[in-house]
């Protein structure tokens, strides 16, 4: 809880936080002014809604919008918008709003408010359910029902129109915040369609439409009017929504869900097609919690569509019935922005984080990533992030770089790119089964700067037996003999080109492949190799292996390694180094 406090006060909605800012005074048609705080006296133009908070208190019905009388809810600040105009809707921190808002096209919704007292507004795709009004179900033991029609309007984006109740959530404050009643999906739980079922199934609840009642047998089969729990139903499936050129700044979105595969449903962060989501905090969704995924929306081609900047995300399902969940993802095919003329989406400083046991202890059944694309062609970039706890770290497509620090830790696989012509800069792996997984054929790929930490089967490894690879300037280290630094996936067939590298500890240096005795910056040479096993494994030329420096210099006549060297390199790689404390994602 300490990381999340620290990362609360750095997640302040200044308009010093981004290198993109918020939308300058000039812009807009004003209802009342803001001046922003360490400014200079700017003021901004806005619609100002004080939601359901202690910093503020404002009023629909007698509200005027303006700082000193704001309105209570997000719905009437849009009601009273100028439509084409260019706002901002302010939020007051320290309040919750029970409402989806949809940014309009050219706007900005922020928040305002001292940070020192209060925290980011928030945006909840839940409505609270009231203890006192559960009563148990006729005739059985464990199950209570209470009243609940949700409004379908607040369900209606891009064509999904829905009034179901998509998920339940019970808070025992035991710290852990709010958590789903029932383990498994969330359609299961739907799904159940009876109250013999809920009575039968811990954890498990119904929505029965037919007379707008919902049923809730808890995990411990203690009584919600009386176990002191807090209960909520998801009855939104997005929460904050940019469109066009729009922003979403220093707001928390919680707990949307789907009801079913179609559009887009679930994300408590949304990006229609282009502009800025910065200092943001998302929790609680479906398969997917943060990203882009176009409605409609047109982008003239050679522009960076969407920046996602300083966002903390985490708490998704985990096995969706729609096929594993990407926390952050990026669907952009759609906008027209292809490798050749644009950037589709830029990801800076985000984190990504799972709940449950070291997701890189085992194969985890579910294969669920923190970072990644839907489209093959997608241009986008990684900056900075970090994935904890994941099946996959990142999964980028076709041209995808990752680059200037970006962490894997704890995954099974730190990145797995798919696709030809990737590079990876700056990159570093803790504790993953393998750092880097390279999963298709005829292509190039480039490493470089790169650190990867205690990789148990492999910091590299290329599954594939037509991939030329090229890593310079990177380390591989790992304890007591452990993993491999470069697995190359099909003997005699990869060319491994290994320039300026620090091999460290490990079981093999290189495993497969045939080391190329190319001229220029393609050789491998000016490595350094301690306290490791094995130099090599299964390569060519035979035997294969080798154990002796001697062995492994003259079997290349001297073309590979000539100035590589053994230096004793345990002073660089302490173990601290191999630590890394990976986000807490278990929330304020």
Request: charge should be negative; proline fraction near 5%; charged fraction near 10%.
């Amino acid at each position: 809880m300490k990381w999340f406090a620290i990362l609360l006060l750095a997640l302040a909605c200044t308009a010093e936080a981004s290198p993109f800012g918020v939308k300058p005074a000039s812009l807009g048609t004003a209802q009342s002014q803001y001046t922003l705080a360490n400014s200079g006296g700017v003021t901004v133009p806005g619609i100002f809604v004080a939601g359901n908070g202690a910093f503020a208190t404002g009023s629909d019905a007698t509200g005027d919008g303006s700082t000193n009388n704001p309105y209570f809810t997000l719905t009437k600040a849009l009601s009273a918008y100028v439509v084409g105009t260019i706002t901002n809707f302010w939020v007051a921190r320290g309040g919750t709003n029970y409402e989806q808002f949809i940014v309009p096209i050219n706007c900005t919704l922020s928040c305002y408010g001292p940070s020192n007292l209060y925290g980011r507004p928030v945006i909840s795709g839940v409505t609270n359910l009231v203890n006192a009004n559960f009563s148990k179900t006729a005739g059985q033991n464990y199950t209570y029902e209470i009243a609940l029609i949700p409004n379908q309007a607040t369900n209606n984006y891009a064509g999904v129109k829905t009034n179901q109740v998509l998920m339940v959530w019970e808070d025992k404050h035991d710290g852990q915040g709010l958590q789903r009643v029932g383990t498994d999906l969330w359609s299961r739980n739907a799904g159940f369609a009876s109250i013999a079922n809920v009575e039968a199934n811990a954890n498990s609840f119904w929505w029965n439409p037919a007379v707008g009642k919902l049923y809730v047998h808890p995990g411990d089969n203690s009584s919600p009017v009386t176990n002191g729990f807090q209960y909520a139903a998801s009855v939104r499936t997005l929460c904050a929504v940019g469109t066009t050129n729009t922003t979403i700044n220093g707001i928390t979105a919680e707990y949307p869900y789907a009801y079913d595969t179609v559009g887009q449903e679930g994300y408590p962060l949304l990006a229609q097609c282009s502009g800025v989501i910065q200092n943001c905090l998302a929790r609680g969704g479906w398969n997917h919690l943060v990203g882009v995924a176009p409605s409609g929306g047109v982008q003239s081609a050679g522009n960076v569509t969407n920046y996602f900047y300083n966002i903390t995300a985490y708490d998704m399902q985990t096995n969706p019935s729609s096929g594993p969940g990407i926390m952050y993802i990026a669907d952009t095919q759609d906008l027209g922005t292809t490798p050749n003329n644009g950037i589709a989406a830029i990801f800076s400083n985000c984190v990504a984080g799972m709940f449950g046991p070291n997701a890189g202890s085992n194969t985890p059944s579910v294969q669920h990533a923190g970072f990644g694309l839907h489209e093959a062609n997608d241009t986008v970039q990684f900056i900075n992030c970090v994935a904890t706890n994941f099946y996959i770290g990142f999964q980028p497509g076709t041209n995808c770089t990752l680059f200037s620090n970006c962490i894997a830790a704890n995954c099974w696989e730190g990145i797995l790119t798919p696709d030809q012509t990737n590079s990876v800069s700056g990159f570093t792996a803790y504790s993953c089964a393998y750092g880097i997984k390279a999963n298709s054929g005829n292509f190039q790929f480039t490493l470089v700067n790169s650190k990867f930490w205690h990789c148990r089967s492999a910091a590299i490894f290329t599954s594939t037996t037509s991939t030329n690879g090229f890593y310079t300037n990177n380390v591989f280290a790992a304890t007591n003999g452990v993993g491999v630094g470069i697995n190359s996936g099909g003997r005699g067939y990869l060319d491994v080109n290994s320039l300026s590298n620090s091999f460290f500890g490990l079981n093999y240096c290189y495993d497969y492949g045939t080391m190329t005795n190319a001229a220029g910056t393609d050789s491998s040479d000016f490595n350094n190799y301690y306290g490791c096993n094995r130099y090599a494994s299964d390569m060519n030329p035979s035997p294969g292996y080798f154990i002796s420096w001697s062995n492994w210099t003259n079997a290349w006549s001297g073309k590979i390694d000539w100035h590589s060297t053994n230096t004793n390199s345990t002073a660089l790689y302490p173990n601290s180094a191999f630590v890394y404390t990976a986000p807490d994602p278990s929330g304020p």
